[in-house]
Each structure stands twice: as structure tokens, then as C-alpha cells.
């Protein structure tokens, strides 16, 4: 009896043992478990860390290089080169920049594709630069030859605007040498026989009528053409002797109408041809210096005097 009774202590002792047992390895099971899953959990949180750090290093990255294409957009712009080519590159490096940002948990395949192309944007830069310069010494060239241009075109108009004034002193020297001089010029008082002779001084019973005669001197420079001869005797007092009905008119001189005694139209042939006006007043001349002035073609070209007591 007493041996059962051992022999039953034993078992129990042997079932709490074995339970003991698989109870720890349980926890143990448990723990194992529990410190893989933590390890797991770090591993996960630090690649993303390490996932969150590199987009946004890499979106710095884009942001700069997008900043830089700005600026060489601009500079070539105002070097004159072509910029299509950059701004489509710009419009792509804005979309990827906009995918970075909007997809913190980006696929690691494409990530890889966008950080793969900064290296590819810095190397565009680069090239960029080249380019630049080039334009910019293309530039200094074209300015060089600007300038040296511009030096000519004001020789150039220096010249011509001397030749110019060349021009129109030669002009003004011969509108002056084809001017008309009237030669030869006699003033005669004729009585009422029609009779008389040249005289210094007259009375107005010798001045019944007053003849102007003179040539127009020869002129090879002057234009054979028409022409038309105006007379003014003047009186002592500035007025001009001046009668419609015995053929007085105007005519304009430097701007100016001014009343003329007698006028002639004739055909200028450079023959010395001569010319002469006979007026016939009808009443006394006043006492004093008379000037005879003879015109053609806007200025004079003969006086001559006459005196009446």
C-alpha cells in the first residue's frame, strides 16, 4: 500500500515538471516572438526614416536645380538663345518635384528613377554653362562689330551731311552765279516830243516820260528761259510810283508783296539782250533823288538814280 502511494507521488511530481516545462518554453516562444517583431517594427521605422530623409534630400535637390534652370532660362534669353529645349526639361523636373511631394510612400522603383535623373539635371546645367559662355562671347563679338559699325554709319553720315552742306554751298554758289545783272543802265528823261537826253538832274517839264534802258549781261551758268522784269522808281519818300491802268502791279519778294512801276516778260537767250521801259507819270515828279530798281526773279540785279528840281 504504502509503495502505491509512492509510486503516485512520483508521477505528479513528473506531470508538474513536464508542465513547468512546456509552460516556459511557451514564454520563451512568446518572448522570441515578441523581440522579432520589435526588431521588425525598428527595422520598418528606420527604413522609412531613412525613405522620408532621401525624398526630401532629394526634393531639395530638384528644388535647387529647378531655381538654377530659372536663372538659365533667363540669361539665355537675354543672350538670344533658343529656350524651348529647358522649359519642357523645367515642366518635367515640376512634375517629378509635385510626385515627390504628393507621395511621402513613393515606389522605391521610381524614386530611384527620379534621384537617378539630378545627376542628369546637374549635367544639363553644366552644359547650360558652356552654352552660355559661348552665347556670351558670340555676344561680345557681335557687339564689337556693333560698335565698330556704328563708328562707320556716323563717318558715314558725318561725310555725307558734308557732302551735303557741300551740296548746297555749290547750290547757293550757283543760284548766286546764275543770277541776272542788268548792265548798261540809262535813265532818260523824255519831253513831250517824245525828245531828251541822259541827264543828272531834270525839272519836271523835261520829265514828260521816263525811259529805263539796259542789257542783260551775258551768264553762262544762268538757265535760258523765261523771265519776268520788274521796275520800281522810288521817290524821295520811300513811296513806289505805282498806276494800275499804265500797267503797275506786285509781286512777292522774300515773303512780301511789293508794288512794281512797269514789268516785262521776255525769254532770257544769254544774247546780252537789251531792254528798255518807257512810263509816263501824267503829273508832276517830286522834287528830290528818285532810285530806279530792277528785278527778276525775286531779287535785284540794277539800280540807278535821277534827280528832279
Known amino acids: ?15 508538474r515538471k513536464i508542465l513547468l516545462i512546456i509552460v516556459g518554453l511557451l514564454v520563451l516562444t512568446n518572448l522570441v516572438v515578441l523581440f522579432l517583431f520589435y526588431q521588425n517594427n525598428q527595422k520598418k521605422t528606420t527604413e522609412l526614416q531613412t525613405s522620408q530623409t532621401e525624398l526630401q ?10 531655381n538654377e534652370l530659372d536663372l538659365k532660362i533667363q540669361e539665355i534669353q537675354k543672350l538670344g538663345g533658343d529656350v524651348e529645349e529647358l522649359r519642357l526639361i523645367r515642366e518635367t523636373l515640376e512634375q517629378e518635384k509635385e510626385q515627390l511631394q504628393n507621395n511621402q510612400v513613393l515606389a522605391q522603383k521610381r524614386y530611384n528613377q527620379i534621384s537617378n535623373r539630378v545627376e542628369g539635371y546637374r549635367e544639363l546645367l553644366l552644359n547650360k554653362d ?7 562671347e558670340e555676344n ?5 562689330e556693333n560698335t565698330e559699325l556704328k563708328v562707320e554709319q556716323q563717318e558715314l553720315n ?7 552742306s557741300e551740296k548746297d554751298q555749290m547750290a547757293e554758289k550757283v543760284a548766286v552765279a546764275s543770277q541776272l545783272e542788268a548792265e548798261n543802265i540809262k535813265v ?3 519831253n513831250s516830243r517824245g525828245k531828251g537826253k541822259e541827264r543828272d538832274r531834270y525839272r519836271n517839264n523835261q520829265l514828260e516820260q521816263v525811259q529805263v534802258t539796259f542789257n542783260i549781261a551775258k551768264n553762262e551758268v544762268a538757265e535760258i528761259k523765261g ?19 499804265k500797267g503797275s502791279g506786285t509781286f512777292m519778294l522774300d515773303g512780301e508783296e511789293i508794288f512794281y512801276t512797269q514789268k516785262k516778260d521776255i525769254l532770257f537767250d544769254n544774247t546780252g539782250q537789251a531792254l528798255s521801259f518807257i512810263y509816263e507819270k501824267g503829273s508832276d515828279y517830286t522834287e528830290g533823288r528818285h532810285q530806279v530798281e530792277i528785278y527778276s ?3 535785284i540785279i540794277g539800280t540807278a538814280n535821277f534827280e528832279v528840281r
Not at 509503495?3 to 506531470?15: F, R
Open 57 to 66: 534630400e532629394t526634393y531639395a535637390k530638384l528644388e535647387s536645380i529647378s
Open 140 to 144: 561680345k563679338v557681335l557687339f564689337a
Open 227 to 245: 523771265r519776268d522784269i520788274f521796275i520800281r522808281i522810288v521817290e524821295p519818300n520811300g513811296n513806289v510810283i505805282f498806276d494800275v491802268a
Open 158 to 164: 558725318k561725310t555725307i551731311t558734308q557732302i551735303n
Open 188 to 190: 532818260v528823261g523824255l
Open 1 to 15: 500500500m504504502e509503495e502505491s502511494t509512492h509510486s503516485d507521488s512520483n508521477n505528479g511530481s513528473n506531470k
Open 130 to 136: 558652356k552654352e552660355i559662355a559661348k552665347l556670351q
Open 297 to 299: 526773279d525775286d531779287y
